[in-house]
């Protein structure tokens, strides 16, 4: 692609062109894309012109997704909403993971990485899983990079998701209290002769093996527990993955103007209502959410 951009001083006109070549891999609508436009307004000798940049999202090229407007010294800049997320260090992880996804959040979080090392990254996750190598890919990333990552989970947060909920930097992952966590072993399928089943077994095996060993590190859960509700589809609310250790916070409300720490739905000792009520200073430190490492992990009755 070749980008021109035409200069007029008097009778002088001035021409710069530049070349774009575009990768096989990345010519597709899901990849960032930033677009110039300027438009020339001549009054006699006087030349005005008006630029106006649009940037592109990832993955949110839709005609149902909301773009933003922002006024600058240079003109109009019109961002999508993921993108002008993406700016103040939000990522969005919506939806199936799978290779698309997964390139495309490693790709945001590099980037970040490469404006600051030391911000954090916040990462909103609302995904029913998907492809567990998709997965630990993304997580990796998360490992290995040195941003702190605060998690958070709005709606659900099911398999790989779960996982990368967990992966957030210990005190700083969180959700919201409807939505919904679940945990299980990978599933799959094959055909084939005898031999390439069992091959596919073992490695499905290996992967199992591998994944209870990562949410064991994340929960603090000893690895017999963590293989015993892996065993089967598990649901928990809030509350119950925060005893489990997959969050620390559960939030009702951001952090007001003049607060530090948002608002966390607390939860209420057994006997509170009959015991005699306690100066607040004498509170116990473990009401506090986040401050002391996950307990044995008792599921709701």
Same mark, same amino acid.
């Given at each position: ?7 007029? *001083?008097?009778?002088?006109?001035? #021409?710069? $062109?530049?070349?774009? /070549? ?23 000798? &006087?030349?005005? #012109? /008006?630029?106006?940049? *649009? /940037? /592109? ?7 149902? !997704? ?28 919506? =939806?199936?993971?799978?290779? %698309?996804?997964?390139?495309?959040? *490693?790709?945001?979080? &590099? ?7 030391? #911000? ?69 399928? %094959? ?12 490695? !499905?095996?290996? &992967? ?11 929960? =603090? ?23 489990? =250790? ?20 607390? #939860? ?5 209502? $009959? ?27």
């Amino acid at each position: 692609m070749l980008l021109q951009r035409v200069l007029r *001083i008097g009778g002088l006109t001035l #021409k710069h $062109s530049r070349s774009i /070549h575009h990768s096989p891999v990345w010519r597709s609508p899901l990849i960032p894309m930033v677009v110039e436009q300027t438009r020339v307004l001549r009054i006699g000798g &006087l030349t005005l #012109k /008006h630029s106006r940049s *649009i /940037h /592109h999202s990832p993955v949110w090229r839709s005609p149902l !997704i909301p773009m933003v407007v922002e006024q600058t010294g240079r003109g109009e800049r019109a961002y999508d909403i993921y993108s002008r997320l993406l700016r103040e260090r939000i990522i969005c992880v919506m =939806g199936p993971i799978d290779d %698309t996804v997964a390139s495309l959040v *490693i790709a945001q979080l &590099l980037f970040l990485q490469s404006e600051s090392n030391n #911000k954090p990254i916040h990462m909103y996750i609302n995904s029913p899983g998907g492809v567990v190598t998709a997965g630990l890919a993304i997580y990796d990333t998360m490992q290995y990079i040195l941003n702190p990552i605060s998690t958070w989970c709005v709606g659900q947060a099911a398999s790989m998701g779960s996982l990368l909920l967990a992966a957030g930097t210990p005190g700083m992952r969180h959700s919201l209290p409807n939505a919904r966590i679940m945990v299980h072993q990978p599933s799959g399928g %094959t055909r084939g002769q005898a031999t390439d089943i069992a091959i596919q077994a073992e490695e !499905i095996l290996k &992967l199992k093996k591998q994944i209870n060993v990562i949410y064991a590190k994340h929960t =603090g859960q000893p690895l017999e527990t963590i293989e015993g509700v892996m065993e089967r589809d598990r649901y928990m609310g809030p509350m119950e993955a925060q005893d489990f =250790g997959i969050i620390d916070k559960v939030l009702i409300h951001p952090p007001q103007a003049g607060q530090d720490e948002p608002e966390l739905v607390q #939860k209420e000792p057994a006997g509170a209502a $009959s015991a005699p009520q306690q100066p607040e200073s004498a509170a116990p430190a473990q009401d506090l959410p986040g401050t002391n490492p996950p307990s044995s992990y008792k599921p709701e009755p």
